[in-house]
């Protein structure tokens, strides 16, 4: 796994990015990630569903608004407190993934995109602690930042943009798996890998105005998590050709769906 460095921790970072933008409408573009995967995911299931890693709320929000049983979960306390005043009527909670506050067998889903590569220290434990609350059989949809050249230019573009000052206090950022290590690790902690997916949710080229979808160039947080990050023909072109050619270095995240083992397998 390689580790990524920033000049704030990551409870800092996920705090000052939720404090700066209003709460996420819930989530309209079934055809990009992570809606897409949490349609694959769940099926025709009527399962409650964990979404641990909830964040502004735009898939629980979604989900919320289609009546099914779902609660919410996040380590930041302002993401959920502002979630509380946006709808009351919202199940979700402060809560941290490595100890999670939950019965054995609660769950038929659990969503966890962005979530487990936050963690410098208990991924494993995290793992086996989703895999607990899982009901048998029950699924896991979850998202890993990838290992790879789309990433290492993505790294390279923000360091960049360091100040010297930001150089000198680099801390734990996120940890970034290739694809076998994401296989690797839900295997050894009682999944049956069912797929893993290479999905591009934000390109580098999104960073560059020109390559934006004409609605998306002045650039809005809350609108491009709504519909996803849209590029320009152009950008979508080179993007496609990209994904097609080259999927496991292009793409931004790797998506893992996996099925919780049975006890005698």
């Known amino acids: 796994m390689r580790v990524t460095y920033r000049n704030r921790d990551v409870e800092a970072y996920w705090r000052d ?3 700066s933008i209003p709460v996420d409408e819930p989530m309209i573009n079934k055809d990009v990630y992570p809606l897409k995967y949490v349609e694959m995911a769940m099926g025709q299931s009527p399962e409650p569903i964990l979404e641990a ?3 502004n709320g735009r898939i ?6 289609r009546g099914l049983d779902v609660q919410g979960m996040d380590f930041i306390s302002e993401a959920v407190n502002k979630l509380h005043a946006a709808d009351p009527s919202l199940n979700v909670r402060v809560g941290d993934i490595r100890e999670l506050d939950f019965e054995n067998d609660t769950f038929g889903t659990l969503l966890a995109f962005g979530l487990y590569h ?9 793992i086996r602690e989703s895999h607990r609350v899982l009901k048998p059989g029950g699924r896991i949809c979850a998202s890993f930042r990838a290992d790879n050249l789309h990433n290492r230019l993505s790294d390279w573009y923000e360091d960049r943009a360091r100040t010297d000052s930001d150089s000198k206090t680099q ?3 996120k940890l970034n798996l290739n694809r076998s290590e994401v296989t690797d690790l839900f295997h050894r902690n ?3 890998v069912d797929a893993v997916f ?3 949710n934000m390109s580098i080229l999104y960073k560059l105005s020109a390559f934006r979808r004409g609605d998306q160039k002045r650039f809005d947080e809350n609108r491009a998590r709504a519909a996803g990050y849209q590029l320009s023909i152009v950008g979508a072109w080179i993007q496609f050709a990209l994904m097609h050619c ?16 049975d006890e005698d397998e």
């Open 190 to 192: 009682g999944f049956n």
């Open 246 to 261: 080259i999927p496991n270095q292009w793409c931004n995240v790797f998506v893992l769906i996996g099925t919780k083992k």
């Open 198 to 200: 290479p999905v591009q």
């Open 118 to 126: 936050n963690l410098d220290k208990g991924l494993n434990h995290a």
């Open 171 to 173: 801390t734990f950022h």
């Open 53 to 55: 890693g909830c964040g």
């Open 17 to 19: 990015r939720w404090s």
């Open 60 to 65: 629980l929000r979604h989900l919320a608004s």
